[in-house]
């Protein structure tokens, strides 16, 4: 039981490159969320889905998007990136009770 | 909508100290409330829960109880340790809504000395 896996842990772009971040869950839970963390600014919600087929914009969801065509696979993809997007990116899976499930996080630098 | 304030840090206590993180929320409906814990370079893991009022969760010798009339879920530790030393994030999901999206404070920064 890997819980929640996400890859790459690093990574650097160049302004205007795309790139998707990975976010596998093996615990079959409905919902699951991605989130940045800046110094000072705690978790924001980027985007979220309650299930297969079903996502929903978070509060800071420009310049990302996101699918859900299985249960257990939920990819950030950034289209054009920029400096702003520097970030710690977290993805989480939430049981029926609320409590959340994070992964390790991917640390993204945007040049 | 729902809202989560936390004491703003960063804290910084001697090993052995008593230590408070004060938590208020905001929800409608009967939310759950959690305490999270992120040790540095880690993402964020569940510290402890509280389903309902007057529910007191504990672990790690840590415990908040679930106060309803003064909508708190204050963090408490009697004795800290160096190993303590973390970010805390309180934290509620309302049950009314979608259980998956859960709203954070800002997290306090707690650095305990030898």
């Known amino acids: 039981n890997a819980g929640v896996t996400q890859t790459p842990k690093f990574q650097v772009l160049k302004t205007g490159q795309s790139m998707t971040l990975q976010c596998a869950q093996d615990?079959?839970?409905?919902?699951m969320s991605w989130y940045r963390q800046d110094p000072g600014m705690g978790l924001r919600l980027i985007h979220y889905?309650?299930?297969?087929?079903?996502?929903d914009q978070g509060e800071v969801p420009n310049g990302y998007n996101v699918s859900r065509s299985t249960t257990e696979d939920f990819p950030l993809r950034l289209l054009s990136a920029a400096p702003s997007q520097t970030s710690v990116y977290f993805c989480?899976?939430?049981?029926?009770?609320?409590?959340?499930?994070f992964g390790p996080g991917t640390r993204l630098t945007v040049l | 909508g729902n809202s989560v304030t936390q004491m703003e840090g960063p804290v910084t206590l001697s090993e052995e100290a008593f230590l408070t993180i004060n938590c208020t929320y905001t929800?409608?409906?009967?939310?759950?409330l959690f305490w999270y814990v992120q040790y540095p370079g880690e993402g964020l893991q569940l510290l402890l829960k509280?389903?309902?009022?007057?529910d007191k969760g504990s672990n790690k010798g840590f415990e908040a109880t679930y106060r309803k009339e003064t909508t708190s879920f204050h963090l408490e530790k009697g004795s800290v340790q160096v190993s303590d030393s973390a970010v805390y994030f309180c934290?509620?999901?309302?049950?009314?809504?979608?259980?998956?999206?859960?709203?954070f404070g800002d997290g306090t920064t707690l650095t305990v000395k030898p």
């Open positions: 989480a899976s939430s049981s029926v009770t609320g409590e959340q499930f």
């Open positions: 615990m079959n839970h409905e919902y």
């Open positions: 889905s309650v299930g297969a087929g079903i996502t």
């Open positions: 929800a409608t409906g009967y939310p759950s």
């Open positions: 509280a389903t309902k009022a007057d």
């Open positions: 934290a509620l999901s309302d049950r009314t809504a979608r259980a998956g999206k859960s709203t």
